[in-house]
């Protein structure tokens, strides 16, 4: 059964300051990985998304990692904001999902940049 | 904004009540989801709908009983909730056989 854990929980630097987000999951038969990003009591917004065959992707001071056959990602954010502060989390679509993309989820890592 | 809509964004009500809540999106999209976000939690999701029809339901409750007139549009109509259906209701889109899923605001739902 496909689980994915997210450490740290809870994570507080100071602005401008780089850190690294890490998402595990179980199972390595995997179509893709997805960060997310959500705001408090709002939505989530997706982040970037890496396929299997991939081992990164970068968006703007982003960068997602993935090391399918050690089941780990890394969400990597460079020079800290305080905008940046939200909830981050991994969700990974294993395959056997199918068309229904059944995603599964980490309970996040909620992100604390201090001015 | 990421061109899925939810209405509304809070919502109380009491155990005898219903309610529905209402998704749109705006993406050209022919799959559509429900999830439930709770508190400590990881996201579980609640139905699928694939080109209008129901391709998902992840053992809900029948208190809960999704609509998906078309492609566009996603409903969850509520009736006789209990207090810890309390939760962040998340609706979603994706293109069928696309990887990436959008998600609206999501409502923020309050049985008393």
């Known amino acids: 059964k496909q689980e994915v854990t997210q450490i740290p929980a809870a994570l507080s630097v100071p602005e401008g300051e780089n850190l690294v987000l890490n998402c595990s999951f179980t199972?390595?038969?995997?179509?893709?990985l997805q960060w997310f990003r959500q705001d408090p009591g709002k939505g989530l917004t997706s982040l970037l998304l890496i396929q299997s065959s991939q081992r990164e992707q970068t968006s703007g001071r982003l960068n997602a990692s993935l090391d399918k056959s050690s089941g780990r990602s890394t969400l990597y954010i460079a020079a800290s904001q305080p905008g940046d502060s939200a909830t981050y989390l991994c969700?990974?679509?294993?395959?056997?999902?199918?068309?229904?993309?059944?995603?599964?989820w980490g309970l996040g890592t909620s992100l604390a940049v201090n001015p | 904004e990421t061109g899925v809509t939810q209405t509304p964004r809070h919502l109380v009500m009491g155990m005898t009540n219903k309610k529905s809540l209402k998704c749109e999106q705006h993406?050209?999209?022919?799959?559509m989801y429900w999830y439930k976000q709770s508190a400590k939690k990881p996201l579980e999701l609640m139905f699928v709908y694939n080109f209008k029809e129901q391709t998902e339901n992840n053992s809900v409750p029948s208190r809960f009983s999704p609509e998906c007139p078309n492609s566009s549009h996603l409903f969850l109509h509520l009736h006789t909730l209990q207090p810890e259906d309390s939760a962040l209701y998340l609706c979603?889109?994706?293109?069928?056989?696309?990887?990436?899923?959008?998600f609206g605001p999501g409502t923020r739902l309050t049985v008393l």
């Open positions: 979603a889109s994706s293109q069928e056989g696309g990887n990436e899923q959008f």
């Open positions: 969700a990974v679509n294993p395959v056997g999902a199918g068309n229904n993309r059944k995603l599964i």
């Open positions: 993406l050209g999209h022919n799959a």
């Open positions: 199972d390595s038969a995997i179509y893709n």
